[in-house]
């Protein structure tokens, strides 16, 4: 029997086996192009995660270390776990030894400077039962009770004059919180007396309590009242809130 051919001498069977590979050969390159497509949508989610996760790391290491200032030296004692930055300019803070409860750590003594600000930074570390420490020049002592992480702070000695406060009193004004992360509060104690504007800050790290009293700031030694309301205004507005802004704890 004869197999049936069309006019260019193809026969049935020739033109479906032809139809059949074409088909094949359709189908696998749709194939072939539909897993590219989903292989590269995989990739670029994948790479959107991976930026997303390396942009997130990067954030927080920014914010867990801060960049310090120009001018500026940093401060960190690897026992009681705790870092900050100050201006070089007030010079290295040098180990005044304590007893064996307390830490304490003093920078030279300055002289006033073209900023007004003169005397010298101490630093103090205790346990915090047994923290406590004077709430600006001539201002009564405090210690801090809890609960953690915001404290009251409670007077254990009255002012050397004046005597504002008793012993047992809640310090008023309360001390400001000028910087917060996570469970860190670093609180600051602003006194001024005669021509001077004193602060302290404090904060806990773990088990401890640290006590940064600040050198002060003498606006009245200045030429004129601008000049000595700028200098009062930097300290109090930026120079200490600068310092507390550095401020990092281990826990």
Known sequence: MKQLKDSNGFSVPHVLLILLILGIVGFTGWYVW???QE???????????????????????????PKIPEGYMEYKNDVYDFSFAYPAQWGKLESKGGDVNTFVAETPEMDLGSDFIGGKMKVTASKIE????????????????GPAPDYRW????PETEGEVHSIGDELSPEPQVIFKKDSLRVYNFPTG????????????????????????????????????DVAYKNYKNSLVKQIAQMVRVSN
């Open 34 to 36: 539909n897993t590219n």
């Open 39 to 65: 292989v590269d949508k995989n990739l670029e989610v994948t790479k959107s995660a991976a930026s997303t996760g390396q942009s997130s790391s990067k954030t927080d290491t920014n914010d867990s270390v």
């Open 130 to 145: 047994a923290f406590s420490m004077r709430a600006g020049y001539r201002s009564a002592v405090v210690k801090a009770t």
């Open 154 to 157: 409670v007077v254990v000695a």
């Open 193 to 228: 007396h005669a021509c001077a504007e004193w602060s302290s800050i404090a904060f806990a790290s773990g088990d401890y309590f640290i006590g940064i009293e600040l050198p002060y700031v003498c606006p009245d030694e200045a030429k004129t009242l601008e000049e000595g």
